[in-house]
């Protein structure tokens, strides 16, 4: 008896499976499988094996040898598809096709292409996506940026054309500038009369200008027009006599005095024998010795030495907020949250609190 079973199991072949050897599946897409099962001397059964999808994708039907595999895919997830036929005497068959499932947004218009490979031991392959106009990312669901690629003027917003639509367009261009294909350009105000509104010197700007004066003057509150610098005002530059000049100054001496090369300071043309100065000493008009101060300075009662004179305590001066006495000299200073421009005696009339 036991002989005879190993030979009818010698004998018995296994179901016939047909089946084709590759499923195309789409996500959110419905697709049918469809196999055939046939064996002429025997009963058999059909199971699903592998990794199947969750329950709620699939339906799994099956009669007269005719089996359907209706599956949604609703995710990437791998799945593993094996259809395990089995005759009454345990011999079986499998139908493992290979998967390739097509993440891209059809709705979208994007196209499935194939990509080379076995799947692996899972047979899983997800196919590429060639996506259409104006659309991008892994699965063509993504609105391609048209502004990546833009180089709009700075400031000036960009706005992209929603898919299919590709590209972007740049805002309108600020003052100052002229539209260029979809950017913009400086103009020059420096160039043009009818703009260029500065007294003395134009510096452009992007998208505007600002003006500035030469050595000498200074740029009034208007930001366009100069005034003259008064430098014997500022500081006392010269040794004794300080003349101011339109942008410049120029220094003399008293009688009995020369200019030396430095354009600044005072020498005696001849010196004194007997009288002793603190300062300087020379012939005066009568031609008697006498001393003389430097600038800054006022000769004492004793006609030899000399004193600080106190700018600030006579009045001298020019400060426009607080004045500080310095020795031969004086300087500016302004009130807490004001600022000394640049002419060194007047301040910022805006309080920053």
Request: include cysteine.
């Amino acid at each position: 008896t036991a002989i005879k079973a190993d030979l009818a199991a010698l004998e018995n072949s296994s179901p016939i499976v047909n089946g084709s050897d590759t499923l195309f599946a789409f996500i959110n897409v419905t697709t049918t499988y469809l196999f055939k099962v046939m064996d002429t001397n025997d009963t058999f059964t059909v199971s699903i094996q592998g990794t199947p999808p969750p329950v709620d994708q699939y339906l799994f039907t099956g009669s007269e040898g005719l089996y359907s595999f209706t599956w949604t895919p609703t995710s990437h997830q791998t799945v593993s598809l094996q259809f395990l036929a089995t005759d009454s005497r345990g011999a079986p068959t499998l139908l493992h096709p290979l998967v390739r499932l097509c993440g891209c947004r059809l709705d979208l218009n994007a196209t499935c292409v194939d990509v080379d490979g076995d799947g692996g031991a899972n047979k899983f392959l997800i196919q590429d996506c060639m996506c259409a106009s104006g659309y991008g990312g892994t699965y063509c669901s993504m609105d391609v940026d048209g502004c990546i690629d833009l180089d709009c003027f700075p400031g000036v917003n960009c706005t992209d054309k929603p898919a299919p639509l590709t590209g972007a367009t740049c805002g309108d261009c600020p003052i100052g500038t002229v539209a260029s294909n979809e950017s913009c350009i400086d103009v020059n105000e420096c160039n043009n009369n009818a703009t260029n509104t500065c007294e003395q010197n134009c510096v452009n700007t992007l998208g505007s200008f600002t003006c500035s004066c030469n050595s000498g003057f200074t740029l009034n509150k208007d930001g366009k027009s100069c005034d003259d610098v008064n430098e014997c005002d500022e500081s006392l530059p010269c040794h004794q006599i300080c003349n101011n000049t339109l942008g410049s100054f120029d220094c003399s001496c008293y009688f009995g005095f020369k200019l030396e090369f430095d354009g600044v300071t005072c020498r005696p043309t001849s010196g004194c024998m007997t009288l002793i100065c603190e300062h300087l000493c020379a012939i005066g008009q009568t031609g008697q010795e006498a001393c003389f101060c430097n600038q800054g300075y006022a000769l004492n009662l004793n006609n030899q030495n000399c004193s600080d004179v106190d700018e600030c305590f006579t009045g001298n001066h020019n400060c426009q907020q607080n004045c500080i006495n310095t020795e031969g000299s004086f300087s500016c200073s302004c009130l807490t949250g004001y600022a000394l421009n640049a002419d060194r005696t007047t301040c910022d009339g805006t309080f920053n609190n």
